[in-house]
């Protein structure tokens, strides 16, 4: 930290070493400067992961800097991260995080805080660049060796004329499974580092409470807990919240961990107190700002960072340090390796959220496919978290892979039982429905169904590793891929297995994956080629340097069929949504459920016909009043084909089963899909005469072609509307119809 000058005071007290690792500690005294009559600023980062790989954000927060320096004065702002910044790009894994931390240097970073991934490189990586490169400071009250030691400093006190304020660094423990547990052991695979990890979150909880108590003895007038925790469910004990409604004296957390976007929301603390919590998001979507007041008041809020001005001195600078670091690797991720023609996701096709880390994707499918292939495995893992980033169609560059893969985690080749891989199918699937996990399992050579009304009986140790499936197990129907034959047969437990995957999860346990690890499989290749060349090799090697139409299916090819708990699969209407999911076709409303009840509007018809045509390009857009919404492709398109007629789309409202008829009639016209002979049964139903005018061919194709024959009374129902069950029931029976009548 150069622009304050700061106090640290460390009291390491010995711990006896139970279930966690915790040490309470204390800052030291230093002199003070700057006056903070004008108010103390501090600027915060989370989650960035190598973002300058895709823009110039570092140097955008170069700029907020100099111009908070300029308002507030240049003694009064601190700008922290907290956590993740030095890898997920290819700047993070060309350097091992060493050009990233360069990066935060220039930019003037005074503290930050590890998060899971910062020891992503290693500890010995992660430990040079904090005592040794980084020229900000490294805080965190609860990383702590086995002796019961801080690591690092607990907290870092800054001085701001006689205001002084107390940061906390707060870690996860959940990094000792999302980064690789080897690098937090000894050769004997014993602990040696811990993050205050229990069962129960008292221990984290009891070491924040220390840390804050000595920080307010050693004379901080506020206290902000910079901390890498995060949100989500699944980090339970350990979120954010928990930690303050389990502690005392934290006037605000700026936090990571979980990808929120939270400007400002209070959080009670043990005594009831209002604490303040914020975080900025991923990838510098924003800037975080805490503005302490003379009177002390405290807010947060996020700044857009596409609206500082680039124009300044500051960024000028930052921007030509940053290009200056990225001319060094420029030569190697512009180099074209391979083709695609077809775009390869990790995202939902329909809402283009992250999917990988819940479902099947395509590029999922390749990645997993690359090492069962090149490796010679029956079956291949990789995790969704270590598959990072989408490719789109056209030139693969070797920038492009190192996205997808950038831990230059090692191929590995293990021997494992049949029960060791449905141990991790059921680990892999545990948030399956409910959240994303990182953990969450691409497959290759292997098929399986996961029953998400079924409740996760896994049970985990107190750092988050596997240790047993307790009850009934929610992945169903695992079948192994016979190479020789084509065939799928059903997994024997007892049987022997080779698994294809990386260092990290099957020698290291990684995401938890204890049931693997050096002890527990036979190596039978190990090390022998980065992540990102196997990727690169398989597409070069064994599919001739292009990705073709087999990976065309943005879901997959079926791998994983993920059963969503409301909806009821054993139901009329099961095997539909399954038709309807595994094709693409329909997707979840939220990312985890399927609403099966929910009603079915305009757009989402055009966007499912749009789908059934593999979404193609739009290159003309007519229908205006869709500029920026989810529909606007399909609707464009659906105009340039004719299925659309109009320059304006209007609301998009719930649509009748008559005009859902006149639909995928005027769709199957498009497809040369000739109507059915008519018998006059139709004719017969009691509401027949209600069909409109305008409506009477459409519904007469749908019914004569057994894709809308009305209700067990025979009702038409044009007037009604279609549950999403009941269109994709539609859907089902339209593909039939496909499977036997080809377009002509």
Same mark, same amino acid.
């Given at each position: 930290?150069?622009?304050?000058?700061?106090?640290?005071?460390?009291?390491? !007290?010995? !711990?006896?070493?139970?279930?966690?690792?915790?040490?309470?500690?204390?800052?030291?005294?230093?002199?003070?400067?700057?006056?903070?009559?004008?108010?103390?600023?501090?600027?915060?980062?989370?989650?960035?992961?190598?973002?300058?790989?895709?823009?110039?954000?570092?140097?955008?927060?170069?700029?907020?800097?100099?111009?908070?320096?300029?308002?507030?004065?240049?003694?009064?702002?601190?700008?922290?991260?907290?956590?993740?910044?030095?890898?997920?790009?290819?700047?993070?894994?060309?350097?091992?995080?060493?050009?990233?931390?360069?990066?935060?240097?220039?930019?003037?970073?005074?503290?930050?805080?590890?998060?899971?991934?910062?020891?992503?490189?290693?500890?010995?990586?992660?430990?040079?660049?904090?005592?040794?490169?980084?020229?900000?400071?490294?805080?965190?009250?609860?990383?702590?060796?086995?002796?019961?030691?801080?690591?690092?400093?607990?907290?870092?006190?800054?001085?701001?004329?006689?205001?002084?304020?107390?940061?906390?660094?707060?870690?996860?423990?959940?990094?000792?499974?999302?980064?690789?547990?080897?690098?937090?052991?000894?050769?004997?695979?014993?602990?040696?580092? *811990?993050?205050?990890?229990?069962?129960?979150?008292?221990?984290? $909880?009891?070491?924040?409470?220390?840390?804050?108590?000595?920080?307010?003895?050693?004379?901080?007038?506020?206290?902000?807990?910079?901390?890498?925790?995060?949100?989500?469910?699944?980090?339970?004990?350990?979120?954010?919240?928990?930690?303050?409604?389990?502690?005392?004296?934290?006037?605000?957390?700026?936090?990571?961990?979980?990808?929120?976007?939270?400007?400002?929301?209070?959080?009670?603390?043990?005594?009831?107190?209002?604490?303040?919590?914020?975080?900025?998001?991923?990838?510098?979507?924003?800037?975080?700002?805490?503005?302490?007041?003379?009177?002390?008041?405290?807010?947060?809020?996020?700044?857009?960072?596409?609206?500082?001005?680039?124009?300044?001195?500051?960024?000028?600078?930052?921007?030509?340090?940053?290009?200056?670091?990225?001319?060094?690797?420029?030569?190697?991720?512009?180099?074209?390796?391979?083709?695609?023609?077809?775009?390869?996701?990790?995202?939902?096709?329909?809402?283009?959220?992250?999917?990988?880390?819940?479902?099947?994707?395509? #590029?999922?499918?390749?990645?997993?496919?690359?090492?069962?292939?090149?490796?010679?495995?029956?079956?291949?893992?990789?995790?969704?978290?270590?598959?990072?980033?989408?490719?789109?169609?056209?030139?693969?560059?070797?920038?492009?892979?190192?996205?997808?893969?950038?831990?230059?985690?090692?191929?590995?080749?293990?021997?494992?039982?049949?029960?060791?891989?449905?141990?991790?199918?059921?680990?892999?699937?545990?948030?399956?429905?409910?959240?994303?996990?990182? *953990?969450? #399992?691409?497959?290759?050579?292997?098929?399986?169904?996961?029953?998400?009304?079924?409740?996760?009986?896994?049970?985990?140790?107190?750092?988050?590793?596997?240790?047993?499936?307790?009850?009934?197990?929610?992945?169903?129907?695992?079948?192994?891929?016979?190479?020789?034959?084509?065939?799928?047969?059903?997994?024997?437990?007892?049987?022997?297995?080779? #698994?294809?995957?990386?260092?990290?999860?099957?020698?290291?346990?990684?995401?938890?994956?204890?049931?693997?690890?050096?002890?527990?499989?036979?190596?039978?290749?190990?090390?022998?080629?980065?992540?990102?060349?196997?990727?690169?090799?398989?597409?070069?090697?064994?599919?001739?340097?292009?990705?073709?139409?087999?990976?065309?299916?943005?879901?997959?090819?079926?791998?994983?069929?993920?059963?969503?708990?409301?909806?009821?699969?054993?139901?009329?209407?099961?095997?539909?949504?399954?038709?309807?999911?595994?094709?693409?076709?329909?997707?979840?409303?939220?990312?985890?459920?399927?609403?099966?009840?929910?009603?079915?509007?305009?757009?989402?018809?055009?966007?499912?016909?749009?789908?059934?045509?593999?979404?193609?390009?739009?290159?003309?857009?007519?229908?205006?009043?869709?500029?920026?919404?989810? $529909?606007?492709?399909?609707?464009?398109?659906?105009?340039?084909?004719?299925?659309?007629?109009?320059?304006?789309?209007?609301?998009?409202?719930?649509?009748?089963?008559?005009?859902?008829?006149? #639909?995928?009639?005027?769709?199957?016209?498009?497809?040369?899909?000739?109507?059915?002979?008519?018998?006059?049964?139709?004719?017969?139903?009691?509401?027949?005469?209600?069909?409109?005018?305008?409506? !009477?061919?459409?519904?007469?194709?749908?019914?004569?072609?057994?894709?809308?024959?009305?209700?067990?009374?025979?009702?038409?129902?044009?007037?009604?509307?279609?549950?999403?069950?009941?269109?994709?029931?539609?859907?089902?029976?339209?593909?039939?119809?496909?499977?036997?009548?080809?377009?002509?």
């Amino acid at each position: 930290m150069r622009k304050h000058t700061r106090k640290f005071l460390s009291l390491f !007290l010995s !711990l006896s070493m139970a279930s966690s690792f915790c040490i309470p500690a204390m800052a030291a005294e230093g002199d003070t400067t700057a006056a903070a009559d004008d108010g103390i600023v501090v600027l915060y980062t989370n989650d960035v992961h190598c973002t300058s790989d895709d823009g110039m954000s570092y140097a955008a927060i170069a700029a907020y800097k100099a111009e908070m320096e300029a308002d507030y004065g240049a003694d009064n702002v601190t700008l922290v991260d907290n956590g993740d910044a030095i890898q997920g790009g290819i700047l993070g894994s060309l350097s091992k995080g060493s050009w990233i931390v360069d990066i935060m240097n220039n930019v003037g970073y005074d503290i930050a805080i590890p998060g899971n991934h910062e020891f992503d490189f290693g500890m010995d990586t992660f430990l040079d660049i904090a005592k040794n490169q980084a020229e900000y400071t490294y805080v965190s009250c609860n990383f702590v060796d086995a002796d019961g030691k801080a690591v690092l400093e607990p907290y870092t006190m800054v001085t701001y004329g006689d205001v002084d304020v107390a940061y906390v660094g707060i870690s996860t423990p959940e990094t000792l499974t999302k980064s690789a547990p080897a690098y937090f052991q000894n050769d004997k695979g014993e602990y040696i580092y *811990g993050f205050c990890q229990d069962k129960d979150g008292k221990a984290l $909880y009891d070491q924040v409470q220390d840390t804050v108590d000595a920080a307010r003895k050693a004379g901080a007038e506020y206290v902000v807990a910079l901390a890498h925790l995060g949100e989500d469910a699944q980090s339970s004990p350990w979120m954010s919240t928990e930690v303050i409604a389990n502690t005392t004296g934290i006037d605000v957390v700026l936090d990571g961990h979980s990808h929120t976007t939270e400007p400002s929301k209070t959080v009670k603390n043990a005594d009831g107190e209002d604490v303040l919590l914020s975080q900025t998001g991923t990838k510098a979507e924003s800037i975080g700002k805490l503005v302490i007041s003379a009177d002390g008041t405290m807010t947060t809020e996020l700044v857009a960072l596409a609206d500082v001005d680039t124009t300044s001195q500051a960024y000028t600078t930052a921007k030509t340090f940053i290009e200056g670091i990225q001319a060094e690797y420029t030569a190697m991720s512009e180099e074209v390796v391979a083709t695609s023609s077809v775009d390869l996701t990790i995202n939902d096709p329909y809402t283009g959220e992250r999917a990988v880390r819940s479902a099947e994707t395509n #590029l999922g499918d390749l990645c997993a496919d690359a090492y069962r292939v090149l490796l010679g495995a029956d079956i291949g893992f990789v995790n969704g978290g270590g598959v990072r980033d989408n490719i789109a169609a056209g030139n693969i560059t070797y920038g492009n892979i190192i996205a997808v893969h950038p831990f230059g985690n090692l191929a590995c080749l293990v021997e494992v039982s049949g029960q060791q891989i449905l141990d991790a199918l059921e680990l892999g699937s545990m948030q399956a429905g409910v959240s994303e996990s990182g *953990g969450f #399992l691409q497959v290759s050579g292997i098929k399986y169904t996961v029953d998400t009304s079924i409740p996760t009986s896994v049970e985990l140790d107190d750092a988050g590793n596997f240790v047993k499936v307790a009850g009934d197990r929610r992945v169903k129907d695992v079948q192994v891929l016979d190479s020789e034959t084509g065939e799928y047969t059903a997994i024997d437990p007892k049987a022997t297995y080779t #698994l294809a995957s990386h260092n990290y999860m099957l020698k290291d346990g990684g995401d938890g994956y204890a049931m693997f690890g050096a002890d527990n499989v036979k190596i039978l290749k190990d090390e022998v080629m980065v992540d990102n060349e196997v990727l690169i090799n398989y597409i070069k090697d064994e599919l001739g340097g292009v990705v073709g139409e087999q990976y065309a299916n943005p879901r997959g090819d079926g791998r994983i069929t993920v059963l969503y708990a409301d909806a009821d699969f054993s139901s009329w209407y099961g095997e539909a949504v399954r038709y309807v999911v595994n094709n693409s076709m329909m997707s979840t409303t939220n990312g985890f459920s399927f609403t099966p009840f929910g009603q079915v509007s305009r757009a989402t018809v055009y966007q499912v016909i749009y789908n059934m045509e593999g979404a193609p390009a739009v290159e003309k857009t007519t229908v205006t009043d869709t500029e920026g919404k989810w $529909y606007s492709d399909c609707i464009n398109w659906a105009a340039s084909v004719g299925l659309f007629e109009g320059t304006t789309f209007g609301e998009d409202q719930t649509i009748t089963r008559a005009e859902i008829a006149d #639909l995928i009639a005027a769709y199957a016209d498009y497809k040369g899909i000739k109507a059915p002979d008519a018998d006059g049964s139709m004719e017969k139903a009691p509401d027949y005469s209600s069909i409109p005018a305008d409506s !009477l061919d459409g519904m007469t194709f749908c019914y004569y072609a057994g894709i809308m024959t009305g209700n067990e009374a025979g009702q038409l129902m044009p007037a009604g509307q279609l549950t999403r069950v009941e269109f994709a029931q539609v859907l089902a029976n339209f593909g039939a119809l496909t499977a036997e009548k080809p377009a002509a």
